[in-house]
């Protein structure tokens, strides 16, 4: 068997009021290029994250952050550009509900798209498909954080999420029954170009039990490669079409659509660099990874026992994801929503420190941080402001 399939992969992907009339007109030139069109027409097959809820009248969960949805007709475009199938498993599908969730798996019915990552319970959820092109088998499995709003119960809907001994068991038993697996993760530090240790690890336990290739998606920005283990893995592919943020940095305005050609005996990655336009994304007329290489380079020396390498990439993720984050979480902690502290947005990873020294003792942060790192405090915190939640007027 000397045939290549070649199957592309296509990060976060979701209508938004100003490219809506596209969706639904299925104007794919428009939205996308005709370069990307003409790939997707090419490829054997397409995969995509599906970043929101294609609902008409869904009503939105309680949740922080914003809840994304689509008219059912704009699945139209989805189709029209030739995507095959769609993860669900991902911190936005479930943001109507059960029955946006059950509009959202209708439209995709309606189009021929298959969808995975999601059920109707916990005990329900379709974690996997499998295609079979050319005599190659490839199976595509989907994996989430989970959230409050995205976690299944015993009889509501939600996501797949990542529990390492079931994910890596799971894995272990499908790739006895294919040829290549490929594992499509939801999650890492938003708005960050760099990953945590905690992911890293992640990744290479997957692929320990079988997938060879792993791509995360959410992060909305383009991080790093390895190969590890005879696997591939892309730390942050960025988005391919989620335009919901009126804001747009150097490291959410590029993503990276993947290619993978898949032979008798392995595989080929190219990557392809999509701009973000006005109407949706295109194939990007620079292909400049320079960037993107430079942190590789730094993750392989990490991965070759390099400690100021390690120190220097923590460091990174460090000053990236505190950046973005620290803000936010501080409204949280001291529960505050003013514009007063909207200042603390723009202000750099250095200064915030400096706030939280004025604003919190030492106990306190040791607390906080307590709280954040360790997985059982996790849960009991979550427990507690649930049952707060419920009982707040």
């Known amino acids: 068997m000397n045939e290549k399939v070649s199957i592309l992969f296509a990060g976060d992907t979701f209508p938004v009021s ?8 299925g104007k794919t030139e428009e939205l996308f290029g005709d370069r990307l069109c003409r790939m997707f027409a090419d490829a054997d097959y397409s995969v995509c994250n599906l970043e929101g809820c294609f609902t008409d009248n869904g009503e939105p969960v309680e949740k922080v ?8 007709k704009a699945a ?6 030739g995507f095959r199938a769609a993860t669900l498993a991902n911190t936005h599908t479930l943001d109507y509900g059960s029955k946006g969730h059950d509009e959202m798996r209708a439209a995709l019915d309606n189009y021929g798209i298959e969808y995975f990552g999601t059920g109707d319970s916990k005990d329900s959820i379709k974690t ?25 119960g015993k009889n509501t809907p ?9 994910v890596c068991k799971e894995l272990a038993e499908l790739k006895k029954n294919c040829d290549r697996l490929v594992v499509l993760y939801h999650g890492g530090a938003e708005m960050t170009c760099y990953s945590s240790g905690m992911i890293r690890k ?22 790093f490669e390895e190969y590890y283990n005879g696997a591939y893995l892309l730390y942050g592919q960025g988005n391919f079409c989620f335009n919901l943020s009126p804001r747009v940095s150097e490291y959410t305005a590029t993503g990276i659509l993947l290619e993978a050609v898949f032979g008798a005996d392995g595989f080929e990655i190219k990557k392809h660099l999509v701009r973000r336009t006005k109407s949706g994304c295109e194939y990007a007329q620079a292909q400049d990874f320079a960037a993107f290489d430079e942190r590789t380079r730094l993750h392989d020396r990490v991965a070759a026992g390099d400690e100021s390498a390690e120190a220097e990439l923590e460091r990174r993720f460090s000053e990236y994801s505190t950046g973005f984050w620290m803000p936010r979480l501080l409204k949280v902690f001291r529960g505050i929503n003013s514009s007063d502290d909207r200042a603390l947005e723009n202000l750099p990873p250095a200064e915030i ?13 040791l607390a906080i941080q307590m709280l954040i790192d360790n997985d059982e405090f996790n849960e009991i915190a979550s427990r507690f402001i649930s049952e707060a939640i419920k009982n707040k007027e």
């Open 18 to 25: 100003d490219n809506f009339d596209l969706f639904c007109d």
């Open 65 to 72: 952050g914003p809840s994304v949805k689509a008219p059912v």
């Open 76 to 81: 139209l475009g989805i189709k029209k550009l």
């Open 128 to 152: 996997h498909i499998t295609v079979t092109i050319k005599g190659i088998t490839v199976t595509f499995y989907t994996v989430t954080e989970l959230f409050a709003f995205n976690k299944p």
């Open 158 to 166: 939600g996501a797949n999420g990542y529990d390492e001994y079931a």
């Open 202 to 223: 992640r990744f290479h336990r997957m692929a320990d039990n079988g997938a060879d290739i792993i791509l995360a998606q959410h992060t909305h920005a383009i991080a």
């Open 353 to 365: 420190t400096k706030h939280l020294l004025t604003k919190y003792t030492k106990q306190q942060l």
